[in-house]
C-alpha cells in the first residue's frame, strides 16, 4: 500500500511514519509513504495558499487551486489513488473504515489547516473523515491517526496475524463489544488480585470469564455500543441489567 498525504506540514508526519510498529512495517516495505508539501503546487512569490472567505466571516481559507493542482498532478504517477479529505465536518472515522481503507492500493489524504477549504475543492474528495467530536487545528493528526489504524491492520504489520482479530470493535471475533481486562504479574498488587479464574489454567472457564468481563465493560464503559453488539438472548438480558445498574433505568431513552 501507498500512503501519501497533502498538507502544508508535511515535517510533522516522519517522526510518526518512523517509529514503532509503523516505522517496522513501514522498512519491511508492507506500506510506502510520502509526504506532499501544498506550497509546491503554488505560482506566487509567498507561496500563498489561503485566502479570505467570501461573505466575510473570522479567519482565513485555503484555496481551491493548489489542492486542485497538486492532487492532479500526485494522482497522475501511478494508479488512480482514493483520495480522502480530513475535515471535522467529515463522517465519523471508525473500524469499519479503518478495514474497508486497508484494501486500498493507493491512498491520498489532504489535509486541511486554517478555518477550512473552499468547498469547490472537496469535488477531488472520495470521501471526507473526521476523527471525533472536537476541533484540532489541522487535518495531518486525524491522517496520522487514520493511517496507524489502516495500516496496523495489513498483513505482516504486527509480527503476530492474528493480534488484530479480537480486540475491541473489531467486526470479528468479539462482536463490537470492548475488550477483556487483562493482567499480567505480579498476581498481586496494591492490594488488588487479578481474577482466580485467569490463574486455574482452565481455558474454558478463561474463555467464559473473558466474555462476561467483556460484556460488563461495555454496559459500563460504552452503553451506547450494546444494542449493535452480537450478544445471545441470555447475554442481552444480562447486559440490559448492567445498563441500568451503572447508567439508571433511563439510559436507552435518553
Ligand atoms: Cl479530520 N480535522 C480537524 N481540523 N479537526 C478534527 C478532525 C479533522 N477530526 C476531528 N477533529
Known amino acids: 500500500m501507498l500512503i501519501e498525504t497533502l498538507s502544508v506540514f508535511p515535517a510533522m508526519f ?14 519491511a516495505g508492507i506500506f510506502d509513504f510520502k509526504a506532499y508539501d501544498l506550497r509546491d503546487w503554488t505560482h506566487d512569490r509567498h507561496r500563498t495558499v489561503d485566502d479570505e472567505p467570501y461573505g466575510g466571516g473570522q479567519g482565513m481559507l485555503m484555496k481551491a487551486p493548489p ?17 480522502v479529505f480530513f475535515t471535522p465536518c467529515g463522517a465519523p472515522f471508525d473500524q ?11 491512498l491520498l489524504f489532504v489535509c486541511g489547516r486554517y478555518e477550512g477549504i473552499d468547498e469547490r475543492a472537496y469535488a477531488l474528495a472520495d ?9 484540532l487545528t489541522g487535518g495531518e493528526l486525524a491522517a ?18 492474528m493480534s488484530s482479530v479480537d480486540e475491541s470493535f473489531a467486526t470479528g471475533e468479539t462482536g463490537g463489544l470492548l475488550e477483556y481486562a487483562q493482567y499480567t504479574r505480579p498476581a498481586a498488587f496494591e492490594g488488588a488480585e487479578v481474577p482466580e479464574v485467569l490463574l486455574s489454567g482452565d481455558h474454558a472457564k478463561v474463555d467464559a470469564w473473558r466474555r462476561a468481563n467483556a460484556i460488563e465493560r461495555t454496559c459500563r464503559w460504552r452503553p451506547d455500543l450494546i444494542p449493535t453488539a452480537r450478544l445471545s438472548e441470555s447475554e442481552r438480558g444480562r447486559a440490559a441489567e448492567l445498563v441500568e445498574r451503572y447508567h439508571g433505568p433511563g439510559y436507552s431513552e435518553a
Open 14 to 27: 516522519e517522526p510518526v511514519m518512523s517509529t514503532s510498529i509503523l516505522g517496522r512495517a513501514r522498512q
Open 67 to 83: 489542492i486542485f493542482e497538486a492532487v492532479r498532478s500526485i494522482a497522475s504517477q501511478g494508479p488512480r489513488p482514493h483520495v
Open 96 to 106: 469499519r473504515t479503518a478495514e474497508r481503507l486497508s484494501h486500498e492500493e493507493r
Open 127 to 135: 470521501e471526507r473523515l473526521s476523527i471525533g467530536d472536537y476541533v
Open 144 to 161: 496520522m491517526v487514520v493511517t496507524d489504524a489502516v495500516v496496523r491492520l495489513l498483513p505482516g504489520a504486527l509480527g503476530d496475524e
